[in-house]
């Protein structure tokens, strides 16, 4: 099966200075997976591409049981996507999984372009957006632990480019000896300044004492830092991309006489990298050490319900999945539905729910404090900063029993 796009942009023979690299997009649908899932996922990989300066072009999907161990593909596909991209002159083919090294390895020698697989994708992402130190290193762990096990098909990339005699056996099998002792000390390197700079944080956070926490989390671009600089009236960095923010900010917060600390924390995406879960553990420890978590859900996102699993998901993976949850539905301005023809006797589906429909239902469930709002329109959030008050008057009065005088 296969989805196409009409061609945008530039001409293939537009030069590099004039326009930017041109993609396709692949993907496999699992028998088990509605075409339209993977449809969402493609959008997902070209919202990723386009935050990388990519232009996505064509998708091309197939299904099959499972991804072929050998070319993700199948032969067949494979040759169809190789050929196209030769003569459209397509700079870069977008994986939408994590490629393994003998996989790239073979679809490199088919295909006439670059490979990016997702996980690659993400990486250069955060390389690319990380400010800090701290988050500068992260990301640079994650992006040598990426590397280490795929040293030789770069190799073999470079000697094919090189040619000549004597480069296949020799020369090359030791410098990727050497390139994977590099890489292992640097990694050692890294993560010895990561324990460094996590023992200063932790000091950091221990000299804050005992005041209550509250930590934003969510999918990525959903509206936590628009949310944090509502609330908090800082300027934290907030933009219409994915991983906008990769440090976690933190900010003093007074409601009337009650004081709290607020976080903003990195998102969180489906298949996210499993190098960068490990290397962005320590930056979560906000999340973790927090005492009520406010997971903020783009409402007007045809997929939130997996994105809010995700999510839930990833809080269980680095041990945040106990805490309390106040649930914020964000951007009702921008939530659409279809209104379902009252002659239709199928059943109605997410995208028939009018806003109050999706209000009633949500909060209907018990033990799921919610609130819609639009943080960008300022809709609610009077509401919001009332229960939020609210939670962290409760929870500061648990601890300090004898200082309800403050409130």
Known sequence: MEENNNKTGNSPGATAEQRRERAVMVAVIRDNQPPAQVGEYLDELQFLAETADIECVRRFTQRLPQPSSRIYVG?????????????????????????????????????????????????????????????????????????????????????RQRGGTGTRGGAGEREIETDRRIIRNRISKLKEDLKKIDRQMAVQRSNR?????????????????????????????????????????????????????????????????????????????????????????????????????????TLQEIGAGDKPVYLVFNKVDAYTYTEKDPYDLTPATRGNLSLDDLKRSWIAQENTPCIFLSARERTNIEKFRSDLYGMVREIHAGRYPFNNFLY
């Open 75 to 159: 032969p067949g596909k494979l040759e169809e996507i190789a050929a196209w991209c030769k003569e459209q002159e397509i700079d870069v083919a977008i994986f939408d999984d994590e490629l393994s090294p003998s996989q790239t390895r073979n679809i490199e020698k088919a295909m006439p372009c670059r490979i990016l697989d997702r996980t690659r994708l993400i990486l250069d992402i955060f390389l690319s957006r990380a400010q800090t130190a701290y988050a500068k290193t992260q990301v640079q762990l994650a992006n040598y632990e990426y590397m280490l096990p795929r040293l030789s098909g770069m190799w073999t990339h470079l000697e």
């Open 209 to 313: 004492g005992q005041m209550v926490r509250v930590a934003l989390v969510g999918y990525t671009n959903v509206g936590k830092s628009t949310l944090m600089n509502l609330i908090s009236k800082s300027e934290v960095f907030a933009e219409n991309k994915l991983f906008a923010t990769l440090d976690t900010t933190v900010r003093k917060v007074v409601f009337d006489n009650l004081p709290f600390l607020l976080s903003d924390t990195v998102g969180f995406i489906r298949k996210l990298p499993t190098e960068l879960i490990e290397s962005f553990k320590s930056t979560l420890d906000e999340v973790r050490e927090a005492d009520l978590l406010v997971h903020v859900v783009d409402v007007s996102h045809p997929q939130y319900e997996e994105q809010i699993a995700v999510v839930k998901q």
